[in-house]
């Protein structure tokens, strides 16, 4: 059976632990297998020591729907603790936050996916964490897509951003504890960094292995099946096409009021959805683009996910959407996670020639022959800090 890191550290802390004042950085979806809180988990195994805790984007409810809306510091309702939001006034936390602890515990459930800013608040963290002298503790938990297989280009430098403050790709295969130990030695944070590793996962696991309850981490990511296409879904984002957004299945849905479902269909690449069908379906989306608009447009179905590369599809279909429809298409003007100037699809796929490319009608498959060599130099470099077999 998979223990996640809540589950060890609430079953045997470690006794280094006792006496720490602790924070915890975790949102509504940071529970056991039987939807026992980890505030709540961690004020059972170390009582008293809980003082204060933090959310990141969404809010601790996961309720705030898109990109750059805010959630307020709070007081937490269960056990009367102040609540910092990390994606408000600041998504870093500030010296007199952190004066209230000792060791800032992590237990988030990241999606595999770069541009999942949860991710990025957890590299802050360690930031201003090193700054000020913590420690900073990660309770992992499972890459819901696995931790085989990679993809996509690394984030160039004039794209850096709260979705990629770092050079990798977009699915990087990786726990967030073994990208803490990542950002933290590789790109040289320096903070005091320990990890509480699950027992029993292995990277080939796909969520549904795991026999763990899925809870959503955002308002957007309902289902193990959303992740598993999100890593590339979530380009539509930085333009004007639907990704989903305010319907039942955000990010497997994409589309728009222009599209003809036989003429996308006749014209997009059929090697680049090896692993997908694309299943034509209408629908309205009750917020966010279109909102009481129908759409035409497809749902993304995994029918073979070791075959299934979500990256190289959805540049496919961007490319075709943009071919078929250049009177209709449009990219997302900024601001877009706190960028006011960097157009957000370049931020989002972390490089404007890639962008300039696809705008070029060069194929996908032969981008992804340019980026193969960095994202051979990426596996290698993600290896020195496995923890899980």
Known sequence: MIKTGIEQLSTAPPPWIKGKRLGLLCNQASTDRQFRHSRDLVNAALPGQLTCLFSP????????QDNMIESGHMKD????LPLYSLYGETRKPDEAMLDQLDVLLVDLQDVGTRVYTFIQTMAYCLEAAAACGKK???LDRPNPIGGELIEGNLVEQECRSFVGLYPIPMR????MGELARLFNEHFGINADLEIITMAGWRRTMSFEDTGLPWVFPSPNMP???TALV???QVIWEGTNVSEGRGTCLPFELFGAPCLAHQDFLNEVDRSDLAGAVLRPVAFEPTSNKYSGRLCNGFQLLVTERRTFRSYRASLSLLQTFRNLYPEHFAYKEPPYEYEYEKLPLDMIIG?????EALEAGEKVGELEKSW???LTGFDRLRRKFFLYS
């Open 372 to 374: 193969q060599e960095e």
């Open 351 to 355: 490089s404007r020639p890639l962008r």
């Open 230 to 232: 999100y890593p590339g």
């Open 57 to 64: 984007q969404h809010g601790f409810f996961a309720d705030k």
């Open 136 to 138: 900073v503790v990660i």
């Open 172 to 175: 990087h295969g990786l726990t």
């Open 77 to 80: 309702r269960a056990t009367g």
């Open 223 to 225: 289902t193990p099946a």
